[in-house]
């Protein structure tokens, strides 16, 4: 039977002559390549940038076949192989010579007067006003009210997604396979009539975060998943916790978390 690969690409020019390539060349070493998500499949390819692997990882949700990234973006932080590295990268696939890294992804309930849903992450969640307007919100951790948030809002990121969104806004950089999450403010009011916390907080792992908006019910708020934004009205409350799901990434060069880092960032 033929070991199976899914490939997921963007259709950028780049990407789409990257999956010409990548997929000539898996054939060629008997692979079959699956442009749809197949279950059945060995492992799962995103060509493209951080966006392209993002959506890759939703569209299968949240597979636990490992992945690998290849760059065609504009930063890629998640994509580790280059158009110019590719053979490589099958050769010590077949080989077996690289790591897997695993990534914890977060998890959130939220409840509305009428539904209930619970959603999973790779970057992060966002809690937004979905106007103008101040928002506010009691933030509770393991049941314990920290503090009543006046601002623009709230990120609750990954580790993996710390250096996206969360970092823009001030938060800590955190190792992927960390155990813990961000909550990171976005504008806080720090004042004599607000008081919120300025800086980010680590969480443990072990912890739950609620969010509980103080708003009047009927104002929309903006939920944003990995950057997929939806709006919502009525809501109790947002609990957060690591999700059970892992995610596998293959890393090929063991030091490459810090050698992206200062090549992507600096
Ligand atoms: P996008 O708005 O097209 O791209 C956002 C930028 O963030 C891109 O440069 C993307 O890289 C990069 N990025 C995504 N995940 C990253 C990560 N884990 N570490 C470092 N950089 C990362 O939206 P998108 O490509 O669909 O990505 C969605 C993400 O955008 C959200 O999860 C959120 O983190 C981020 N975002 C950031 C800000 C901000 O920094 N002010 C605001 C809104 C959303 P590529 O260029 O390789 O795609």
Redesign the pocket.
């Known amino acids: 039977m033929k070991h199976l690969i899914n490939i997921y690409f963007n259709d950028n020019l780049k990407s789409i002559e990257t999956f010409l390539k990548t997929k000539k060349l898996l054939e060629q070493k008997g692979f079959e390549v699956c442009t749809d998500f197949n279950k059945k499949a060995e492992l799962n390819i995103c060509i493209?940038?951080?966006?392209?692997?993002?959506?890759g990882v939703h569209g299968s949700d949240f597979s636990s076949i490992p992945f690998v990234g290849v760059?065609t973006?504009?930063?890629?932080?998640?994509?580790e192989i280059n158009f110019e590295h590719i053979e490589k990268f099958i050769d010590d696939y077949i080989n077996k010579k690289y790591f897997v890294e695993k990534m914890r992804l977060l998890e959130c309930e939220m409840r509305t007067k009428d539904i209930v849903f619970s959603d999973k992450?790779?970057?992060?969640f966002?809690i937004k006003s979905n106007n103008s307007e101040i928002i506010h919100l009691e933030i509770y951790i393991d049941g314990n009210l920290l503090e009543t948030f006046a601002g623009d809002g709230l990120i609750i990121?990954t580790p993996?997604?710390?250096?996206?969104?969360?970092?823009?806004?001030g938060g800590s950089i955190m190792y992927p396979t960390l155990k813990g999450y961000q909550l990171t403010p976005l504008a806080p009011i720090f004042s004599k009539v607000y008081r919120s916390i300025s800086n980010s907080i680590v969480i443990p792992n072990t912890s739950v975060l609620k969010i509980v908006p103080i708003e009047d019910s009927h104002k929309k708020i903006s939920f944003?998943k990995?950057?997929i934004e939806n709006e919502y009205k009525d809501i109790s409350y947002f609990e957060f916790k690591k999700s059970k799901t892992m995610l596998y990434k293959l890393i090929f060069n063991e030091n490459w978390y810090w050698i992206n880092m200062r090549d992507?960032f600096l």
């Open positions: 493209g940038g951080d966006g392209s692997f993002i959506r760059n973006g504009t930063l890629g932080f998640f994509q992450c790779l970057n992060e966002v990121s993996s997604g710390s250096t996206a969104y969360n970092m823009s806004a944003i990995d950057g992507k």
